[in-house]
Each structure stands twice: as C-alpha cells, then as structure tokens.
C-alpha cells in the first residue's frame, strides 16, 4: 500500500509540475562549436562569445535549463540526428541542405565571406586564387562556396577555424576563406600587422539555432528571440560583442 501511495504522490506532483507552465524548467544539452570568435570559445574554463550570451538570454525567457557541449563543428548536425543534443547554437549558416536533416530557428545573425591573406600578400581577392592554397574550415558554408567558386584552388581543409588560420600566419596557405566578422576579429586579436582582410565580401547569409528535425523547441526558441530582439536584450549583446548596433531589419 506504501508503494501505491508514494506512486501516486510522484504522479501527482509530476502533473503539477507539468501544469505550472513558467515554473517548469526543461533540462537540455545545446551543442556549439569549438571555437570561431567571437562567436564561440574558450575563456579559461567556460565557453564565452556572442553565439553563448544570445543562447543564454533566449533560455533564461524560455525557461530552459542546459549544459554547453563544444565539438568539432563537422560533428554537430550529426549529433542533434542521433538525439546526443537537443539543440545547437554554433555560427551554422541556414541553408536548404542542412534544413533537409535539422530544423532551423529564425535567423540571429547575418554574416558573408572575406578572405585573410598575410600582410604582404598581393592577392586582392577571389580573382587572384588560381592555383592558390585556400585554408578553409571543414564542414562549412565557407568550404562549399570556395569549392564552387574557386575550383582552381588548392582547399586544405582544417576542424575549427584557427586552424586555418594559423595556416596562413604561418606560410602555408595563401588565404584563408572563412566569415567576415570572425576573420576581423582574429585580425584585431591575434594578427594586427601580420595578416590583413581582403576583397568584397560575398554572399550574405543568415546564422540559425539548429534542432533536431520536428523538435518543439523550435517555436519556443523563436518567440523568445524574437522577444529579446524587442526588448533590447539582443542589441545590447550585439554591441558588447561587435562594437556597433546590430543592422536594422
């Protein structure tokens, strides 16, 4: 007779709990990358960047609870397909071949191309890559456009994008393509008068919170996107981060 008693006790609080509505907290793992600033990465043992303050303020509105996993980006789509995480906030481009295996939240972030050369470089942009050692980060966007638009180009494919980097700072790449507001930052950060930004930018896309595909989150997340979009919660991240106030819609 205990043991029915206390059964029905835990049913009886379950179902209070589940008709709280706000005092329910949801326990879920949020996939990001491994590093690409200043969106995402490492500072001292937490994850810090734009990506992880914009997630944190859409959890705190939709009542969220999660834990930060970072993985190599190319591992991502993969693990919200098996059901390891249960969302992801990782710099990932909208596009009609990801939507195919995972839904997409409304876009938080519009961002384009721009190729890093070394400061001495006399590559101006995409017209000078032929026959040129391209860095790229793999799994990317940024690897699909220089695959089809600059197909007399060496790819060397790299896991995060310091990586690819590195591969110019140190000689052995001629450029690296990566996103445009990520390779100014890296040269404010780490390669002021070593490496240098060049050419127009190209192709303009959107950055998108990923879920797995018929995930309820989804909903959830964009109503509270779209709710620190008006309050300014967002723009106030976006300045702390980029310096400037984010663009008009």
Request: net charge negative; proline share 4%; aromatic share 10%.
């Amino acid at each position: 007779m205990a043991i029915s008693i206390r059964k029905m006790l835990g049913a009886a609080c379950l179902a209070a709990g589940l008709l709280s509505g706000s005092a329910y907290a949801e326990d879920i793992i949020v996939a990001t990358g491994s590093g690409f600033v200043p969106f995402h990465f490492k500072e001292g043992d937490v994850m810090a960047g734009f990506d992880i303050d914009v997630w944190d303020a859409i959890a705190k509105d939709a009542g969220l609870t999660y834990t930060l996993q970072a993985m190599d980006f190319n591992g991502i789509i993969p693990a919200l397909q098996t059901g390891q995480v249960q969302a992801s906030i990782a710099a990932m481009t909208i596009n009609e071949t990801r939507a195919k295996v995972v839904d997409f939240s409304d876009g938080y972030y519009e961002s384009d191309f721009l190729f890093m050369v070394p400061a001495d470089s006399e590559l101006t942009g995409g017209d000078d890559m032929d026959g040129k050692v391209i860095a790229v980060k793999t799994g990317t966007t940024g690897q699909a456009y220089a695959k089809e638009h600059f197909p007399n180009a060496e790819l060397r494919l790299f896991p995060n994008g310091e990586n690819a980097y590195l591969e110019v700072m140190s000689g052995r790449a001629d450029a690296s393509l990566q996103d445009k507001p990520n390779v100014l930052y890296f040269i404010k950060m780490n390669g002021e008068g070593r490496v240098k930004g060049v050419g127009d930018a190209m192709q303009a896309e959107d950055y998108g919170i990923a879920f797995p595909k018929g995930s309820d989150l989804r909903e959830r997340v964009n109503a509270s996107l779209a709710k620190i979009k008006a309050d300014g919660s967002y723009a106030a991240i976006y300045r702390k981060w980029f310096d400037a106030d984010p663009p008009a819609n």
